[in-house]
C-alpha cells in the first residue's frame, strides 16, 4: 500500500514536472519543425515566436503537403495522377481540379521552354531510375522511349484528363513539391505566422525576414563536400529552388548519369552541373530550375531574364558561374 502511494506520488511528480517543462518550452524563441514528405526532409524555421499555436501551424502546412503529394504523386498507385497514368490510351479520366491545373501549368512551362520541361518524362522514367542495378540504356531503347514524351499530346478537357498513347506517363517530380511548398507557406500565413523559412529538400520559400534582415540561403557547390558553399543569397518574400546533377546520379564507365532528362535527347541533360532561381513562387523556381538545367546555359539564362522576378545563377558543364543581370549575391564563395 505504502509501496503504491509512493508510487503515484512519484508519477504525479513526473506529470507535473513534464507540464513545467513543456510551459517553459513555449518561449518565444526560435523553432525548427522537420517532418519526412515527398521522399525528402522538409524543415519549417521559425526565428521567432515558438510556442503551441506555431507549432500547430506547422503541423497544418505539413498536411497541407502531406495531401498534396497523395494528389500528384506517381508513386502512390491510389493518387488520381496515378489514375491518369493507368489510363494511358484508354481515354480520359476525371480529375480533381488542383490537379487539372498544376498539370495546365506543367504544360505552359513546356511550352515557354520549348519542351526541355516536360511532364510526361515519365514515359522515359523506366530507363532512368538509377537503382543499384542500373546500366546505361541502349540508343535504340533511347530512341523508342523519347516517343512516349511529349506534353503537347496531354488532354485537358472540361473535368478530366488523359493521354492518349499507351506507355505514355506523367511525373510531377519537377513541379508538386515548389507547388506544395507554396501551399504551406499560405497555411503558415493564414495561422498568422509572417516570418518562416521553408526548407523542402532544396527547394525554399523564404518569407518576412529573420531578426530583421533577409534570410540567408547558401547554394551548395555541385562538385565539392556537401557543406561548400558557391554564394550565399540574401532572400525575403521569394522562392529559391536549385536543380543539380549530384542530387541523384549513377556514375557508369565515368559518365555521369543523373535524373534531369533532356526529353530532345533522351538522356540526362550535359549543360549544367547546378542552377539555381529565384523566383515570386516556389512552383516557378523549381520548374525554372529544372528547365533550364535541361535548356543549357544560354538558353537557360535567357529565359530567366524574360521573366518578371526572376533571376538565375547557374554552373555550367565546365564549372564555370553564371548569372542573370540581376541576380543580388551577399558573399560568394568560389
Ligand atoms: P528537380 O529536382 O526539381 O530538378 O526535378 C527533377 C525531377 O523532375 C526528376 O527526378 C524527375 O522526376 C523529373 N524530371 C526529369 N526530367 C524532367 C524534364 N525534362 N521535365 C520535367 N520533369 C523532369
Ligand atoms: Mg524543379
Not at 521553408?198 to 563536400?225: F, Q
Not at 536549385?242 to 541523384?248: A, I, K, P, Q
Not at 520548374?287 to 518578371?308: C, K
Request: charged share 20%; hydrophobic share 45%.
Amino acid at each position: 500500500m505504502k509501496r503504491a502511494l509512493i508510487f503515484l506520488f512519484a508519477l504525479l511528480l513526473g506529470i507535473a514536472a513534464g507540464l513545467t517543462w513543456l510551459r517553459l518550452r513555449e518561449t518565444d524563441g526560435p523553432a525548427i519543425y522537420n517532418r519526412v514528405l515527398m521522399g525528402t526532409l522538409w524543415s519549417i524555421q521559425l526565428p521567432s515566436g515558438n510556442s503551441a499555436q506555431s507549432g500547430e501551424a506547422a503541423s497544418r502546412a505539413f498536411r497541407e503537403a502531406a495531401r498534396i503529394e497523395s494528389l500528384m504523386s506517381e508513386w502512390k498507385p491510389d493518387s488520381p495522377l496515378s489514375a491518369v497514368n493507368a489510363a494511358a490510351g484508354r481515354g480520359l479520366v476525371r480529375v480533381p481540379a488542383e490537379l487539372r491545373e498544376i498539370l495546365q501549368r506543367g504544360i505552359e512551362y513546356g511550352r515557354d521552354s520549348a519542351g526541355a520541361f516536360d511532364i510526361t518524362w515519365l514515359g522515359m522514367g523506366n530507363l532512368w531510375q538509377l537503382d543499384a542495378d542500373f546500366a546505361p540504356p541502349s540508343p535504340e531503347a533511347i530512341l523508342q522511349a523519347r516517343s512516349r514524351v511529349d506534353y503537347r499530346k496531354l488532354r485537358i478537357e472540361g473535368n478530366a484528363a488523359g493521354l492518349p498513347e499507351e506507355g505514355m506517363a506523367i511525373g510531377l517530380g519537377a513541379i508538386a513539391k515548389g507547388y506544395a511548398v507554396d501551399r504551406a507557406a499560405s497555411l503558415l500565413r493564414e495561422s498568422g505566422v509572417v516570418d518562416f523559412l521553408i526548407n523542402a529538400g532544396g527547394d525554399v520559400l523564404a518569407s518576412g525576414e529573420r531578426n530583421g534582415a533577409p534570410w540567408n540561403i547558401g547554394i551548395r557547390h555541385p562538385r565539392g563536400a556537401s557543406d561548400r558553399l558557391i554564394a550565399i543569397l540574401g532572400v525575403s518574400g521569394a522562392a529559391v529552388a536549385t536543380s543539380g546533377d549530384y542530387e541523384r546520379f549513377r556514375i557508369v564507365d565515368g559518365i555521369r548519369y543523373h535524373h534531369i532528362i533532356d526529353p530532345r535527347t533522351g538522356l540526362p541533360a550535359r549543360g549544367c552541373q547546378s542552377v539555381t532561381v529565384v523566383a515570386p513562387t516556389s512552383e516557378e523556381a523549381d520548374a525554372l530550375a529544372t528547365a533550364i538545367f535541361v535548356l543549357g546555359p544560354e538558353n537557360g539564362l535567357a529565359l530567366a531574364e524574360s521573366r518578371q522576378g526572376v533571376e538565375c545563377l547557374l554552373v555550367d558543364a565546365q564549372g564555370k558561374i553564371r548569372q542573370t543581370a540581376g541576380m543580388e549575391i551577399i558573399a560568394e564563395r568560389r
